[in-house]
């Protein structure tokens, strides 16, 4: 709906357009309508881009960082930024892999592996806040431990054979003959529509646009912001353990090898949607437009058989893109 | 009648440092309560131990005759006493509805924020405070004055009983304070009690029922504006006579050193004019937004102008940079020394160096350290900056010696033509006496220079000319001993 109207009043008035609507507004259409642009480029060249086979492979690649991209969103709102997910990921894959291998009960596993992410998530908050580092620090040490932990753990090589219903999660759906509407989707919908919703609406969810818009100003509020901190690192460490379940029972195995420069991948897809690095600013509609583009322009690139170094080149490029459309807009409206 | 709140013989101490002692305060319903005292003096600590920020080590607070002990501001301001911070505690990325009411909104029972409730609560408090601001814009698009209002907006809504406001116009124009006097008159009449802090004694005056000092962490006395005066509110202030406010006016020389011609940058400025002579103080007078720092700003390379000239010494000037400002001998003392002038997180003597390193590199350009020390040693006793020690953050400074060290950056870079814009904007009396004999001092030793300043009395004491901006324009240049405030005012309106 909004595509359509910024495009016609585009074409008559670029003033009004600036005016009538917000520059997230302005931003998220920008972005859904690259997505569009881009997606009919990408099929009128490779009709098979569209297909329900390839569109699975983009989902599959798609949902671990959607959902990562949640927690990142609220992270990055309130100013901060969190590495570790990409440490908390592949963590909480072997984690859950191991116990089920050990015989634990799949919800009792899957509960102890998302406690897990929250608590990695409380450490980093702790460091933060304690020794008063900035969290790109305190986040970053964490994902390194953990990296080196989860090789230690699974001795380099993947964890596999897990039972049998445990797969329910990542590979089972609704099957519709040609396509399979895989459970995880619904997982995922069901965060980001909840999330959003939350981040939109809700009194306290709230509170994450004053810390990062004014942290200063949330504290005079009376907003407690370190405990405040502590909910949405946790928050983002479990969304990654989410994610990281999701990827083991998608794959039937779990390796220390997921998630590379996943961090990067995720923050760059919340940044393209919109949010701010200082704070204030983002939505979860916005970054996972985000998320989606970036799954679209690797699968693109994937298929083509062009270089996949050019893909960096792209997303790099439309990071710059974005970052330059969201100061244009800024400066335009300030004057 | 029983005072809304009562301060008894409060002490507070940092350390071995004492701020406050023995201090007794009371503020009625309905009335405007004025503190005053110079910087440190315990005005802040004072507020800061009603508004909960600090704990008092002795005293009792009493509101309504109850005894208090606030643990925090939020707490305060439950009880009803809202205090309106110096600094804007607003986020400007929201809108100014969820600014005033954050952790208040109205929500249903899961805690869902009703929007419309939301905006009609925040325009029904603008209806009581007589204002007309749009609920659902974003703070950061309204000017600093408004965004204080929204902020006393803010401390009101939590029906606040006790209004403390420190410094509330700062930063705001000759207009804005009109209008924040007639919010804190309609504030009086129904029946808030209103603490006002302000350096600025013109206003205290105007809008105080009665004026309390602090000085040294006591309390000197409370005075009624009408049977008292400026000059014996600073007396007590101080503590000695400051004697004339400003410094004796110079013998300014014949030979023009800046001429600027028909500079124009619509819609910022239009065909500006004027002239600065060697060791003359001219002062640029004109309400906020009228062009003055624009105009300062594009004379020093720092934003272009699209017509005119811009002469120093009778030669052509074409600056693209402060850079190449700077190299000419023109130094521009911002306005907002926090953003702008100052790096806040280093040391006095590299900030006081930070503007002249050329002078103090090597053919190579490594630093000569020596030099560096000598000269910001040099410096700090020139301008009287204290503590004397340089290798001090500058954020452990006061405002008053933040603004001298300022000036001294300025000294150091050896300028022909130095412009001050609002030199003592938020520095207390006696720091304000400094600066004005260091400017004079500047003039008297040849340097041209321009203040502006939207103080009135600043500008016509200081000054040896005045010119008066208006919309952009050059309304008037005065000349005289006796240049009269509403003269001044009227070209500046009009």
Known sequence: MHDMQILKSKQSDGAGLLQRFSLETLQIGGLALAIVVFAIIVQMNFPVFLSLPNINVMIVNFLPEAIIALGMTIVIITAGIDLSVAGIYPFSAIIVGLLLLAGAPIPLAIIITLAAGAFIGAINAFISNTFRVHPFIATLAILLILRGVNIIITGGSPVSGFPETFAIVGQRGIDFGTFLLRYSVFIWLALALLIGYLLRNHRFWRLSYFIGGN????????????????????????????????????????????????????????????????????????????????????????????????????????????ILMGEVLKRRRAN | MTPVLEIRRASKSFGSHRVLHDVSFAVYAGEVHALVGENGAGKSTLMNIIGGIHRRDAGEIMLNAEPIDPLDPWQARQLGISVVFQELSLTPNMTVAQNIFVRREPTSALGLIHWRQLNDDARALFERIGIDISPTELVGNYSVGIQQIIEIAKAISFDAKVLIMDEPTSALSESEVDRLFSIIAELKQQGVAIVFISHKLGEVLRIADRVSVLRDGEMVGVVNPSDSNQDEIIHMMVGRSLGDLYPAKGVVSDEVLLEVEGLSHPPLFHDISFSLRRGEILGIAGLIGAGRTEVARAIFGADRYSRGSVKLAGIKLDLKSPRQAIAHGIVYLTEDRKVMGLFLSMTMRDNIVSSSLARFTDALGLLKHRAIADESLRAIKQNDIRPRDDLLSMTSLSGGNQQKSLLAKCLSANPKVLIADEPTRGVDVGAKVKIHQALRDLANRGIGVIVISSELPEVLGLSDRVVVFREGHVSAVLDGDNIAQADVMRYAVQ
Do not use: C, H, K, P
């Open chain 1, 215 to 322: 942290r200063r100003s949330a504290r005079m509020s009376g907003v407690n912001v370190e405990r405040y901190l502590y909910f949405v690192y946790m928050l983002s460490g479990a969304l990654a353990a989410v994610a990281g379940v999701i990827v083991a029972s998608q794959f039937n195995a779990a390796s220390n090898s997921y998630g590379q420069n996943l961090e990067l991948r995720v923050i760059t897809a919340v940044v393209i949607g919109g949010a701010d690095l200082n704070g204030g600013a983002g939505s979860v509609l916005g970054s996972m437009l985000g998320v989606l583009f970036i799954a679209m322009i690797y699968n693109a690139f994937a298929m083509s058989g062009i270089s996949t170094y050019w893909q960096d080149v792209v997303v790099g490029a439309m990071l710059l893109a974005s």
